[in-house]
T-cell receptor, first 113, second 115 residues
Framework: DTGVSQNPRHKITKRGQNVTFRCDPISEHNRLYWYRQTLGQGPEFLTYFQNEAQLEKSRLLSDRFSAERPKGSFSTLEIQRTEQGDSAMYLC???????????FGQGTRLTVV | AQSVTQLGSHVSVSEGALVLLRCNYS??????LFWYVQYPNQGLQLLLK??????LVKGINGFEAEFKKSETSFHLTKPSAHMSDAAEYFCAVSPGSTPGNMLTFGGGTRLMVKP
């Protein structure tokens, strides 16, 4: 499978714990995006990387959130001190610079109890 | 800045009937427009896109959409609904050729298809 891969698919955590999600983009794609989707809503942009550089961050990305793409390939999204409001589907997408189509992974569903 | 409004959070049609899902956008620059479909607990799959050129665009699974600049609309249609079309549909806009091309999504429309 050469699509965007996200792990884990599901994560249940207790409030206050830290969680980390991983995204493996399509191999030749140099852009990588994170979106968050809450129940019944459309996805909202969180952040984007071109290669290893984080070029844009939404104001939705509070100080408890950090994203990295250390070698310009896979990316991680960490949430520290999780809150119930963090419960959502976290979607990763990748694309080629100069191309308009983004390909999405299946997402990681986070439930904070 | 961009925004997307999808009229009707739920649309119900009979199998074989016309599907019409509405999308209006606002954008401060020439937009790129997209329709994505999402099945339960899945990611988003691109149905079709408008960037430049022909305003009537055809996508997968028999869907098409028409970009109408004067109406700032990009409605999605399919002549005959199939049971397998039942899903959530999202309209999205990006700021055209601006580097980054981050997507702004509408709230989604859940399509239900009755036998």
């Amino acid at each position: 499978d050469t699509g965007v891969s996200q792990n884990p698919r599901h994560k249940i955590t207790k409030r206050g714990q830290n969680v980390t999600f991983r995204c493996d983009p399509i191999s030749e794609h140099n852009r990588l995006y994170w979106y968050r989707q809450t129940l019944g809503q459309g996805p909202e942009f969180l952040t984007y990387f071109q290669n290893e550089a984080q070029l844009e961050k939404s104001r939705l990305l509070s100080d408890r959130f950090s994203a990295e793409r250390p070698k310009g390939s896979f990316s991680t999204l960490e949430i520290q001190r999780t809150e119930q409001g963090d419960s959502a589907m976290y979607l990763c997408a990748s694309s080629l610079a100069g191309r308009d189509e983004a390909f999405f992974g299946q997402g990681t569903r986070l439930t904070v109890v | 800045a961009q925004s997307v409004t999808q009229l009707g959070s739920h649309v119900s049609v009979s199998e074989g009937a016309l599907v019409l899902l509405r999308c209006n956008y606002s954008s401060s620059v020439p937009p790129y427009l997209f329709w994505y479909v999402q099945y339960p607990n899945q990611g988003l799959q691109l149905l079709l896109k408008y960037t430049t050129g022909a305003t009537l665009v055809k996508g997968i699974n028999g869907f098409e959409a028409e970009f109408k600049k004067s109406e700032t609309s990009f409605h999605l249609t399919k002549p005959s609904a199939h049971m397998s079309d039942a899903a959530e549909y999202f309209c999205a806009v990006s700021p055209g050729s601006t580097p980054g091309n981050m997507l702004t999504f509408g709230g989604g429309t859940r399509l239900m298809v009755k036998p």
